[in-house]
C-alpha cells in the first residue's frame, strides 16, 4: 500500500516563467522558419472553443466529460490545458466525494484528449502543463486529502499515451492512441488504434475502424494500475494489487 503525496509534489514540474511563457505566441525566430511555429493566444483559443460549447460540461449536463479532443499540431499546449480546465470545471469533491470516484472522474477529463507536436521539446511541455492543471485543480479542491500513488501514476501513464510526438501529415499511419472507455469501480477499458486517414476520408479520423482486429483489454483495468500494464491485459493475465486510491482497501 503506497502513501498518499500532495498532488503538487507528485503531479506538477513547473518551468520558471512559466506564466509569462503561456502568453508567448512566438519563442523564436528560429522556430517559427524551421517549425512554423505560431502559437494561438489565449483569446483565439477561448473563442474557438466556446464555439463547442456543447463538448463540454454545464450546468444541465456536468458530467459531460468523455468528448474526445484532438489537437493534430499541439504546439506547447495552449488549446490543451484550456479544455482540459473547461472539462474539470465541474469535477468537485461536493459532487464526486473522495478518494478512487473523484480521481477517476479527473482521469476521465485527461484521457478523452489526444495530442500529436512534431517538436519533442513541446510534447514534453505539453505534458508538464496537463499536469500543471490538474495539480492545480486538485491543490484547490482538496484541503485536507491527499490524491493517491495510484493516481498520480495514471497521470503520467495516460500522458506519454495520448500526447505523443509525431507529424500528422506524413505519419498518421504510424502514430497509435488509446482509447480509454471508463468502466465502473475505477475501470478502463483500453483499445489501440492507430491515427490514420482511410482513403474516402479527407480528415484524419480518430479511433477509425482498422483493417485488422485492435488491440484491446479483455477485462477492464483500474486506474491504479494502467502504468504497471502498459500492453493489453489479458482475462488470464494477473494486473497485480490493486495500490491504495485512498479508500484503505485492497483489490
Known amino acids: ?14 518551468h520558471d ?8 505566441q512566438i519563442k523564436t525566430r528560429d522556430r517559427v522558419r524551421d517549425l512554423a511555429e505560431v502559437y494561438t493566444h489565449e483569446r483565439e483559443v477561448n473563442a474557438m472553443l466556446d464555439l463547442v ?4 460540461p ?14 493534430p499540431a499541439c504546439g506547447s499546449g495552449n488549446f490543451l490545458e484550456e ?13 464526486y466525494g473522495h478518494s478512487e470516484r473523484y480521481e477517476h472522474r479527473v482521469l476521465r477529463c485527461l484521457a478523452s484528449i489526444y495530442a500529436v507536436d512534431i517538436d519533442k521539446e513541446n510534447v ?15 491543490d484547490n479542491d482538496l484541503t485536507t486529502w491527499a490524491v493517491s500513488d495510484g493516481f498520480a501514476s495514471a497521470v503520467n501513464a495516460i500522458l506519454v499515451t495520448n500526447v505523443v510526438q509525431g507529424d500528422t501529415l506524413t505519419q498518421a499511419q504510424s502514430i497509435h492512441f488509446i482509447d480509454y472507455k471508463p468502466g465502473r469501480s475505477g475501470t478502463f477499458t483500453r483499445t489501440w488504434s492507430p ?38 491485459v489479458t482475462a488470464k493475465k494477473k494486473t497485480g494489487t490493486r495500490r491504495d486510491t485512498g479508500t484503505g482497501q485492497q483489490a
Open 17 to 24: 516563467g512559466i506564466t509569462a511563457l503561456l502568453r508567448t
Open 83 to 95: 479544455i482540459l480546465r473547461r472539462k474539470l470545471s465541474t469535477v468537485s469533491v461536493r459532487r
Open 124 to 138: 514534453v511541455e505539453s505534458r508538464e502543463r496537463l499536469k500543471w492543471v490538474i495539480a492545480t485543480h486538485v
Open 58 to 71: 454545464t450546468q444541465e449536463n456536468p458530467g459531460n466529460h468523455d468528448r474526445k479532443f484532438l489537437e
Open 1 to 14: 500500500m503506497g502513501n498518499p503525496s500532495r498532488p503538487s509534489a507528485a503531479l506538477s514540474h513547473r
Open 195 to 232: 491515427l490514420e486517414a482511410p482513403p474516402t476520408v479527407e480528415q484524419l479520423d480518430l479511433f477509425a475502424e482498422p483493417a485488422a482486429q485492435p488491440m484491446k483489454d479483455e477485462v477492464a483495468i483500474h486506474y491504479s494500475l494502467l502504468a504497471s500494464n502498459p500492453e493489453p
Open 53 to 56: 460549447g456543447d463538448m463540454f
